[in-house]
């Protein structure tokens, strides 16, 4: 069933901006189209080889800062209208329910409105996924005490930051899910953005026994399958947050401290 989302974008005061380049985006705007509607285009994911292709979740925010969703399936993912132009985030969660995987496991799809606009089409991807996903912690850091609430993600200079993550951060360029971004938002929101906030993570290698034959999929869709087999035992470097992997008989959850393999 085809299924349209609304995307309604912030209108906000003019005060102090996140970043000059925002002044850029507003004389960019004024010759676009403010009301059309745009066909939804999904990356390929590398665990629909096990899977079958997933169900999307997919998450925007409402004129009023509310988080919405709506759920995508079936070969016609439909289309949403653009009503307002302002640099907004589009999330979409694989998820397979069929299966017992929830949304959240999987890391997001995504795109940046209007950056990830083309040929009539708002075009999501893994890259896209993770700015995003940031843009969403610089939304909820301003809440932080000591924040400025002027830094709004919507100000921030996007263009910018996608070039410095995919070209000049070499450290994530093959994963950029190895940073944490959740942090890298709360110090942006605090004491402004500055290039050497982003980086990987600290990871701490741990021998795993791997609970169940392959293929291996970890939940960033940036990282190779793996064939490891059940009872070998493995070396992975881990995060301090949980990290996922999904093979066909079930989770496996892992962190430093935690190791916790879920059974279909």
């Known amino acids: 069933m085809k299924s349209r989302v609304f995307l309604i974008f912030f209108r906000f005061r003019r005060g102090a901006l996140f970043f000059p380049a925002f002044l850029g985006w507003i004389f960019f705007s004024c010759g676009m189209d403010t009301d059309k509607s745009l066909s939804l285009h999904f990356p390929p994911i590398p665990a629909a080889k096990v899977f079958g292709e997933p169900h999307w979740r997919l998450e925007w925010y409402d004129p009023g800062g509310r988080l919405r969703q709506e759920e995508i399936s079936g070969p016609d993912p439909g289309e949403i209208r653009v009503l307002y132009q302002w640099p907004s985030p589009l999330t979409a969660w694989p998820h397979w329910p069929e299966r017992g995987i ?147 008989q079930g989770i496996l959850h892992l962190s430093p401290e935690i190791q916790l393999w879920e059974p279909f």
């Open 102 to 248: 929830p949304p959240g496991l999987y890391c997001p799809a995504g795109a940046l409105y209007p950056f990830d606009v083309s040929e009539g089409g708002i075009y999501l991807s893994w890259q896209a996924g993770v700015e995003a996903n940031f843009y969403r912690e610089l939304a909820l850091a301003r809440s932080l005490p000591g924040a400025d609430s002027r830094r709004r993600p919507q100000y921030f200079d996007w263009p910018r930051f996608r070039s410095l993550l995919r070209e000049e951060v070499e450290e994530l360029r093959e994963d950029p899910w190895l940073a944490d971004w959740k942090d890298i938002a709360e110090k942006t929101a605090l004491s402004g953005f500055r290039k050497s906030l982003v980086k990987a993570a600290p990871r701490t290698p741990v021998e795993i026994r791997i609970p169940s034959g392959g293929p291996w999929f970890s939940a960033s869709p940036f990282r190779e399958q793996e064939s490891w087999e059940e009872g070998q035992m493995a070396v992975l470097n881990l995060s301090s947050w949980p990290e996922i992997y999904l093979c066909s």
